[in-house]
């Protein structure tokens, strides 16, 4: 196995699960305001992961 492809998942995992939470405990109000921003979050995302695996590798 490599290493690498397993933090890479894990990191992806973490995101993923991290996104469902903060989305399904924000008030309405608040899950209007981060559909009308998906492109900043998700750009806050990817760069989370970026961070996750220069921390990992």
């Not at 992806?12 to 608040?30: I, N, Q």
């Amino acid at each position: 196995m490599d290493i690498k492809t397993i933090a890479k998942g894990a990191a992806a995992g973490a995101v993923v699960g991290f996104t469902y939470y903060v989305f399904s405990t924000a008030s309405p109000l608040k899950k209007y305001s981060m559909k009308k921003n998906v492109e900043k979050t998700v750009r806050a995302a990817g760069n989370l992961l970026e961070d996750i695996r220069s921390v990992i590798m």
